[in-house]
């Protein structure tokens, strides 16, 4: 059964810093991209960043570049997004989902969330003081 679990939420003030983490099951991450989604009250789902095990590709939202960095551990079947300078912007509920062999570099292709699935449940991450 492919299932994707997400983890390490909370609440931060802002400058600070998350890791969240995406564990995977079912399936191997060596032969499909796992991107993060975040989804904050009255907006749409928004695709932060990719990363692709099978060619290395990675994309980052521009909203994020510089602070945010994905990584996956394939031995651990588990991928990270360390959230640094985290912004009140930033608080959102954080999804991970599986998607094709490859992340794409456009950002259309992550308006949506629509090119991916087998969503997790979500971790919330607020920023505040």
């Known amino acids: 059964q492919v299932q994707l679990v997400e983890s390490g939420g909370g609440l931060v003030q802002p400058g600070g810093s998350l890791r969240l983490s995406c564990a995977a099951s079912g399936f191997t991450l060596d032969y499909y991209a796992i991107a993060w989604f975040r989804q904050a009250p009255g907006k749409q789902r928004e695709g932060v960043s990719c990363?692709?095990?099978?060619?290395?590709?990675?994309y980052y939202a521009d909203s994020v570049k510089g602070r945010f960095a994905i990584s996956v551990d394939n031995a651990k079947n588990t991928v990270y997004l360390q959230m640094n300078s985290l912004k009140p912007e930033d608080t959102a509920v954080y999804y991970c989902?599986?998607?094709?062999?490859?992340?794409?570099?456009?950002?259309?292709?992550?308006?949506?969330?629509?090119?991916?699935?087998?969503w997790g449940q979500g971790t919330q991450v607020t920023v505040s003081s």
């Open positions: 990363i692709a095990s099978s060619d290395g590709s990675t």
């Open positions: 989902g599986r998607g094709g062999m490859v992340c794409e570099r456009s950002a259309s292709y992550y308006y949506t969330g629509a090119y991916f699935g087998s």
